[in-house]
């Protein structure tokens, strides 16, 4: 599985963003979006089952962000409202198989991964 990233950019607080991560059309069951800042790990952003009848997101982001998938064009998104500088990062999109939606926050439950996308949020 192949993904790329894209969509990130500078945003004043307050504004949005979509991001979206196109893969390679394999199979997965979940797919997932992770972010991480200089000297700190990897974290769980929003993730959805590949039917879209389960999401999960941090609760950081409840409510702000929404994660979809067209798979028409196997393209998930991410889209961002009211973004804070907190939510400043790499964004990462994951694709993987073997866990239910109960792991789905970890890492180690995704397969694939993109090369990340910044988005940079200022006060």
């Known amino acids: 599985v192949q993904l790329q990233a894209s969509g990130g950019g500078l945003v004043q607080a307050g504004g949005s963003l979509r991001l979206s991560c196109a893969d390679s059309?394999?199979?997965?069951?979940?797919v997932g979006w992770f972010r991480q800042v200089p000297g700190k790990e990897r974290e769980f952003v929003a993730a959805m089952n590949w039917r879209g009848d389960r999401r999960n997101y941090a609760d950081s982001v409840k409510g702000r962000f929404t994660i979809s998938r067209d798979n028409r064009n196997n393209t998930v998104y991410l889209r961002m409202n009211n973004l804070k500088p907190e939510d400043t990062a790499v964004y990462y999109c994951?694709?993987?198989?073997?866990?239910?939606?109960?792991?789905?926050?970890?890492?180690?439950?995704?397969?694939?991964w993109g090369q990340g996308t910044l988005v940079t949020v200022s006060s």
């Open positions: 994951a694709a993987g198989s073997g866990y239910s939606s109960g792991h789905y926050h970890l890492v180690g439950a995704y397969n694939y």
């Open positions: 059309g394999r199979i997965v069951s979940y």
